[in-house]
Each structure stands twice: as structure tokens, then as C-alpha cells.
């Protein structure tokens, strides 16, 4: 039976021990999932060890890890397509740490929200459903798919140096909203990206790009938002 060894860091901050790594060996047949190895981890070695996971089908975005050096999904990620005798398992990196492989993404969400990333009508309720053109849905297509991971959000160097900065994650969903056909606050949403803590902290290094693990392009987003901000201060136009 084939055995996949799992080098895990931990940390503890009621231990009083830094951060460590600590070494297990699962047995697999088969395909194993690193997230189905922690799970193994956790039931045989460990069941002090933490993680997050939700879904298991690359949906929620809860298990996001930087697994062998990238950014990847532990659900997602099949130990068989793992290059090297040892996995390596670390918690997102440049985020607080709570325990283990487990992040604080209280900011994050909180930066996320800043933005308003919902559907706002300012005219009158239809009647019925807002239809949309097959050309203004596949305007939706790249950023519908974010899960928000918080991958993209980990890998930006503005994140790290900039703590007022909303990130690639927040900014891609201000796009998603401001593309979609149907929504009606250009206006209201304008300011809270139209600023040094919105697109102008992004210096197009693109290492959100690289780090999501859907493949998702904030960069492409942010950009956008970038022309649509300096066309609305020079001319008024809202789109």
C-alpha cells in the first residue's frame, strides 16, 4: 500500500511553543486528497490538529492552504499529482494565525462587506425577472466563480504592506457588480474602491492571478475598475 508523508505546520499560541513541523505518514489506496490526509491525521495521530473544510468539491473556499509551495485547495488537491516524497502543508500565508492550518479571515470578510457586494436596484422593483443579453452574462462569467478563498488575497505584496488596502478578492467582487447589467449603484459603490485604499493601492504584479486556485483573474478585474473610476472623474459616464 502506497504512503504519502505529510510535513504539517503548527502552532499553537496557548502552547507557549512556536511554530513548528510536525511529520506523519498516511497510508492510502488509491487517490488520497491532502484534505482526506489531514482528515486521517486527525483521526489516527492527532485530533488536536486544525483545519477548515466545508464542501470538499472546491466550492466554499474553506480549505484554502499553501500545500507544496502554491496556493491550492486541499480538497482539490490529489496527493498523486504532487510532486516529491513529502507534502508539505502550510496555513495561508501573511495571515494572522488562529491554530494550526487555520487563518483569521475576520478582516478579510470585513474589507469584503466594505464594498457592498450585492445586487442594489435604486429604480423601482420589477414585476418580474431582469432578463439579460447572452453578451451581458458572459461579462459575469470570470467573477461569479470567486469562492473567496482569500488565496488572492494572502499573495498580494499591497496586502502585506498596506494594511487599509481591500484586496484583489474585494476588488474583483466591486467588478463583478459593477458589470452586471441588472445593478443600479455605480454611483454608491463608486467610492469605496475610487480611492488610495481601493484600485490605486493594486501595482499590477498579479500574484492574485497566479495564487487563485479557480483561476480567476482579479488583476483583469481591478484594471477594469481602475478606467471605469477615471472616466466617471473626467466625463461623469457610469460606464
Request: overall charge neutral.
Amino acid at each position: 500500500m502506497p504512503e504519502a508523508r505529510f510535513h504539517i505546520k503548527r502552532f499553537d499560541p496557548k502552547s507557549g511553543v512556536g511554530a513548528h513541523y510536525d511529520e506523519f505518514t498516511v497510508p492510502y489506496e488509491g487517490s488520497l486528497t491532502v484534505l482526506e490526509g489531514l482528515f486521517y491525521v486527525q483521526e489516527h495521530f492527532d485530533g488536536s490538529l486544525c483545519f477548515r473544510y466545508c464542501c470538499r468539491a472546491a466550492v466554499c473556499g474553506s480549505c484554502a492552504m499553501y500545500i507544496d509551495g502554491r496556493y491550492r485547495l486541499a480538497c482539490q488537491s490529489n496527493v498523486n499529482h504532487l510532486k516529491g516524497d513529502v507534502i508539505v502543508v502550510e496555513p495561508l500565508p501573511h495571515m494572522p494565525l488562529v491554530k494550526d492550518l487555520v487563518c483569521d479571515m475576520s478582516e478579510f470578510f470585513a474589507k469584503y462587506e466594505t464594498i457592498k457586494p450585492w445586487l442594489i436596484r435604486t429604480s423601482q422593483n420589477p414585476e418580474k425577472e431582469l432578463p439579460q443579453t447572452p453578451k451581458e452574462r458572459l461579462k459575469l462569467d470570470m467573477p461569479v466563480d470567486c469562492i473567496l478563498c482569500g488565496a488572492c488575497y494572502s499573495s498580494c505584496p499591497s496586502v502585506w504592506t498596506e494594511g487599509d488596502y481591500l484586496g484583489p478578492a474585494a476588488l474583483l467582487k466591486a467588478y463583478r457588480f459593477e458589470v452586471d447589467s441588472r445593478d443600479e449603484a455605480r454611483r454608491e459603490r463608486l467610492p469605496y474602491f475610487d480611492n488610495e485604499r481601493g484600485v490605486y493601492r493594486c501595482h499590477t504584479i498579479a500574484n492574485c492571478s497566479e495564487a487563485c486556485p479557480k483561476e480567476l483573474n482579479p488583476t483583469e478585474g481591478i484594471q477594469w475598475l481602475k478606467r471605469a473610476a477615471v472616466r466617471r472623474r473626467l466625463f461623469g459616464r457610469l460606464k
